[in-house]
């Protein structure tokens, strides 16, 4: 059973930065990338960043462009998220994806889910 462990959630004043970090036990072949939502109280869950193992191509939410970035390291089968100036709307937990990626990360399809870690930006 694949694992995924995140860490590097808590709480920092807006303006602020977070690393968030993502192991997985294995990189299944039903998989070829990484990811990140986050869901706030009383909304959805949406995602926030993807990463393609091989090449390395990265997405992002337009509400999150230029202000997070997610990097991997393949020999560790780790998966980060930088976060820079935080807001009181990135509160959330946010949780650790690993999925099938469709050629230019027009599909996706989440086969395993990590159990979230809480971001907490106070104004």
């Known amino acids: 059973q694949v694992q995924l462990v995140e860490s590097g959630g808590g709480s920092v004043q807006a303006g602020g930065s977070l690393r968030l970090s993502c192991a997985a036990s294995?990189?299944?072949?039903?998989?070829?990338?990484m990811g990140w939502f986050r869901q706030a109280p009383g909304k959805e869950r949406d995602w926030v960043a993807f990463?393609?193992?091989?090449?390395?191509?990265?997405f992002y939410a337009d509400s999150v462009k230029d202000r997070f970035t997610i990097s991997q390291d393949n020999g560790k089968n780790t998966v980060y998220l930088q976060m820079n100036s935080l807001t009181p709307e990135d509160t959330a937990m946010y949780y650790c994806?690993?999925?099938?990626?469709?050629?230019?990360?027009?599909?996706?399809?989440?086969?395993?889910w990590g159990q979230g870690t809480q971001v907490t930006v106070s104004s």
């Open positions: 294995e990189y299944p072949y039903n998989a070829n990338c």
């Open positions: 994806t690993l999925s099938w990626c469709g050629a230019g990360f027009r599909t996706y399809a989440v086969r395993y």
């Open positions: 990463i393609y193992r091989s090449g390395g191509d990265t």
